[in-house]
């Protein structure tokens, strides 16, 4: 079994318990709002005037607080989705020989978030990012899409940006240029694209992790792994910041 280091994404499950407590809030408002509408109503059911106007008042309100709440629900979801894919993906790469080692959210500077995972082995050195995005993935000659149609970001140049910002990092430290693989892995979406990168960069499904790292031959390290895997060490005891 692979060698683990980290946790959990720190600013993920800080994010969700952010939302569902906005849910929460905007509910007690909205419970607030309610009280007051039938409260002042009681009063004035007999002035048709006063029940249009409280409802011109009241109606916009509550509309707004719906759609908070809608919004924050669907943030929790999206945090807790995020959390269960990289769980997912976490059981995958500890299923890897024990020659390999994974570091879980790795952070290198806060401005630019994190990586979810850094797998370092015999063949090489992966940056790994976990969607869980459900679907079928496509590509239109330079972005993702999802059925045809983009996706909320360009995680191309996302996944190849933090390669390079590991790349920087190993070069300024240790002085030496080392190759790293970017690399996307969707937990729950269907991927077509088989093991061939596109734009330079791995986009397969959980499953295929192990085949994708076993299709590469061994590389040789420039520098010693083991000064390769203290410097990692380091950034997985980073505090996170957003995204």
Not at 35 to 55: A, N
């Amino acid at each position: 079994m692979a060698q683990f280091f980290g946790n959990r994404s720190k600013y993920s499950i800080r994010m969700a318990w952010v939302s569902v407590v906005a849910v929460l809030l905007y509910a007690l408002v909205g419970l607030w709002a309610l009280y007051e509408y039938f409260t002042k109503l009681v009063g004035h059911t007999s002035q048709p005037g006063y029940i249009i106007i409280s409802i011109i008042v009241f109606a916009p309100l509550f509309w707004v607080i719906k759609k908070l709440i809608d919004k924050e629900d669907g943030m929790a979801d999206k945090f807790f989705q995020g959390l269960k894919g990289e769980d997912v993906v976490a059981y995958e790469l500890k299923k890897l020989p024990d020659a390999y080692s994974v570091f879980a959210d790795v952070v290198i500077k806060p401005e630019q978030g994190n990586i979810d995972f850094v797998l370092v082995g015999p063949t090489g050195i992966f940056t790994i990012e976990v969607k869980s995005h459900k679907g079928i993935i496509g590509f239109n000659g330079s972005q993702l899409t999802r059925y045809g149609q983009l996706l909320e970001k360009n995680f191309l140049w996302q996944s190849k940006s933090q390669a390079l910002s590991l790349h920087n990092f190993l070069k300024e430290k240790l002085g030496v240029e080392i190759y790293i693989k970017p690399t996307i892995v969707f937990s729950r979406a269907k991927i077509t694209f088989g093991l061939k990168p596109l734009e330079n960069t791995y986009i397969i499904q959980k499953q295929w992790i192990q085949k994708l790292i076993a299709s590469h031959p061994f590389y040789h390290f420039p520098k010693d792994r083991q000064q390769i895997e203290e410097l990692l060490k380091t950034l997985v005891v980073s505090e996170q910041e957003p995204k």
